[in-house]
């Protein structure tokens, strides 16, 4: 979905339509992610060639297959999944509504009323890049900010845009707009 298909209500006007940043992206939790991905990974691979080397039964040939794909997906396939994901993600921001359209396998539009947002967090970088999320953020929903983990809800967000602040304060206005009396 590109930047001028979101699909608006009569009257609604988009303020902002923006990407997450693309490519390759390395986040604080993969400090300890590769290092423990590269040992799962070797010694998933070290078992699987030793076991099947050796002639071993059927049984743990097969015992080691799972190890050694949850060792590739960990070691290369999440950031390649990551930056397919992201790929495939674009923001919107309305007089209305915030806009995530996404869907690397098939097309997702998640809409939230500006109006009904209590939580809004802006996380900025140094270079004025950052992360808007709209929702309340727990500490484990923080550790894997980005990276889907089995069990851990992640609230909507903005991931990784440039000029975050601007975004926030246009979502900001959108949400005072939204609050202020009819004339």
């Known amino acids: ?54 002639g071993a039964p059927l049984f743990f040939r097969l015992w080691g297959l799972p190890f050694l794909a949850a060792g590739a997906y960990i070691t290369v396939g999440r950031f390649w999944l990551d930056a397919r994901r992201r790929a495939k993600t674009t923001y919107g921001v309305t007089d209305r509504r915030v806009l995530i359209a996404s869907g690397a396998v098939s097309p997702t539009l998640k809409s939230l009323s500006v109006g009904t947002m209590t939580d809004v967090t802006l996380a900025q970088r ?14 484990t929903a923080g550790m894997h900010a980005g990276m889907p983990w089995p069990g851990v809800a992640q609230p909507p967000a903005f991931e990784l845009i440039p000029d975050a602040k ?16 009819a004339a």
């Open 1 to 54: 979905m590109t930047t001028t298909q979101f699909p608006l209500d009569r009257g609604e006007r988009l303020l902002w339509a923006g990407t997450p940043r693309q490519g390759l992206i390395l986040r604080p939790t993969d400090a300890l992610l590769i290092p423990f991905s590269l040992l799962w990974g070797g010694f998933a691979l070290f078992w699987n060639v030793g076991v099947w080397q050796s």
């Open 166 to 181: 601007r975004v926030y304060d246009l979502v900001r206005e959108a949400q005072a707009g939204s609050r202020a009396p």
């Open 126 to 139: 140094p270079d004025g890049s950052g992360t808007i999320t709209f929702g309340p953020t727990s500490f």
